[in-house]
């Protein structure tokens, strides 16, 4: 069995500043993807950025970047400059393809709180 | 990348109702999942829809207590029966989907409902 584990239940920034939300994984298969979600207080899970095991280069996307250390079986997220929207609940999660049809595993998640 | 619209947002409803939570989406796709996220936890996969078949629940979830229909291609919905306060929770659609990475390979991801958040009371 697949399982995510965020150990930060909460962290806190100042706008401008960067910080990392940890994740470590635990998975037998070789091929898997590592998925990063944002969810605002609204409640809507927002996509964030993907990492595929095979990938060898660590993913970005905009102030978004995935620290994926293969070997230590862990998909850091990075949020460079932070911004005051970016507050929210942030949750790790694995692409699980062992059952014939993929779905994802969460981890709890970690929130975020950035202050002025 | 595909449009979820999930209704309703948001209910307050009586114990020992039902509600049924709608997911249409902007365009076919093969598989719908439905997720359960309670107060301050994280989610947890109810079902697997696919069109044609009965769904596919995880263990711990029942049908007769999360019926679900997927008539079509675009469309899902999920019904929690009788309900008590215990299932007072942000229910997620969700839908397999190509990410919008901008890379050259095509990788699939998932994209979501707004989500429907319930209360019973």
């Known amino acids: 069995a697949q399982k995510i584990t965020q150990t930060q239940p909460g962290m806190f920034v100042q706008e401008k500043e960067a910080v990392t939300l940890d994740c470590t994984y635990d998975t037998s298969d070789q091929s898997y993807g590592l998925f990063w979600y944002k969810q605002p207080s609204s409640g809507e899970m927002i996509f964030l950025i993907y990492?595929?095991?095979?990938?060898?280069q660590n993913a970005t996307e905009g102030r978004y970047s995935l620290n994926f250390q293969k070997a230590r079986k862990s998909a850091n997220l990075v949020i460079s400059a932070s911004q005051l929207g970016d507050s929210a609940m942030y949750f790790c999660?694995?692409?699980?393809?062992?059952?014939?049809?993929?779905?994802?595993?969460f981890g709890k998640g970690t929130m975020l709180l950035v202050s002025p | 990348s595909a449009v979820i619209s999930q209704k309703p947002s948001r209910d307050i409803c009586q114990r020992g109702t039902s509600l049924t939570i709608q997911c249409q989406v902007d365009s076919q796709v093969t598989m719908m999942f439905w997720y359960r996220q309670q107060p301050g936890q994280s989610l947890t996969l109810i079902a697997t829809a696919n069109q044609g078949s009965e769904a596919t629940y995880e263990s711990g979830f029942v049908i007769d207590k999360f019926p679900i229909s997927r008539p079509n291609l675009t469309f899902s919905t999920l019904t929690v029966s009788n309900m008590s306060p215990e299932d007072s929770s942000i229910y997620l659609c969700?839908?397999?989907?190509?990410?919008?990475?901008?890379?050259?390979?095509?990788?699939?991801?998932?994209?979501f409902g707004s989500g429907t958040r319930l209360t019973v009371v």
């Open positions: 999660a694995m692409r699980d393809e062992n059952s014939g049809y993929s779905t994802l595993t």
């Open positions: 990492q595929g095991s095979y990938d060898e």
């Open positions: 969700s839908v397999e989907d190509l990410l919008g990475t901008g890379k050259l390979v095509a990788n699939y991801g998932y994209t």
